[in-house]
Structures are given as C-alpha cells and as structure tokens.
C-alpha cells in the first residue's frame, strides 16, 4: 500500500501559480490512480483531478478545467497538481489519494491519504 506526502501550497494572489507535490512511497505506486481533492472551510471535501496509472487518462472536476494540469512520473513516484489563475474560490486544504480504481472522481474509492496541503488564494 503506498503512503502519500502532498506539499507545494501557499498564499498566492489571484491569477497566480502554485505546483503542488504528492510523493509516493512503496512499490505499488505504479499501478494505482491518483486523485487531488480540496476542502474549504465549512464545506464538504470536493473531487479536483484525477490521473490513471499510466498517466493516460485524466479527468477534471469542472471548475478547473483548463487552469489545472495533473500529471505523473513513475519513475520518481510522483504527482503535480499545475495551478494556473488561480481564485479565491480555489483556496482549500488540497489532498491527493490512491485508488486502484484506476480514475475516480469518487472519494470513497481512495484508501491511502496525504496529509493535506493549505493552498490560499487572496484577492
């Protein structure tokens, strides 16, 4: 089972940047999904993005649609989330999670966890 450190968050002004991490230890990193999800305050935790094992398919929540990137490299067991003009309805904790179901936008189809990652967004 892989366990998962997310980093890369903080402050930034709308219509910045940020590049959030998530790295992987264990051996089975390659053959899981990963998925970022965020959570507000107040609010449930939300589906952002999603990227297969291979790295072939991805899927967004659509709200981000053309302003985040989710990427992958097996070979250094890790996960960007690209940030890009960013709003202040973007600031959230972002999480990344493993699923083996390959894409998921469903949270209860993740089994491992990051620690979570303050990402905030002023106006």
């Known amino acids: 089972q892989v366990q998962l450190v997310d980093s890369g968050g903080g402050l930034v002004q709308a219509g910045g940047s940020l590049r959030l991490s998530c790295v992987a230890s264990?051996?089975?990193?390659?053959?899981?999904?990963i998925g970022w999800f965020r959570q507000a305050p107040g609010t449930e935790r939300e589906f952002v993005a999603t990227?297969?094992?291979?790295?072939?398919?991805?899927y967004y929540r659509t709200s981000v649609k053309g302003r985040f990137t989710i990427s992958r490299d097996n070979a250094k067991s890790t996960v960007w989330l690209q940030m890009n003009n960013l709003s202040p309805e973007d600031t959230a904790v972002y999480y990344c999670?493993?699923?083996?179901?390959?894409?998921?936008?469903?949270?209860?189809?993740?089994?491992?966890w990051g620690p979570g990652t303050q990402v905030t967004v002023s106006s």
């Open positions: 999670a493993a699923t083996r179901y390959g894409t998921s936008a469903i949270e209860e189809n993740y089994h491992s």
């Open positions: 264990g051996r089975t990193f390659s053959s899981v999904g």
């Open positions: 990227i297969g094992p291979s790295g072939g398919n991805t």
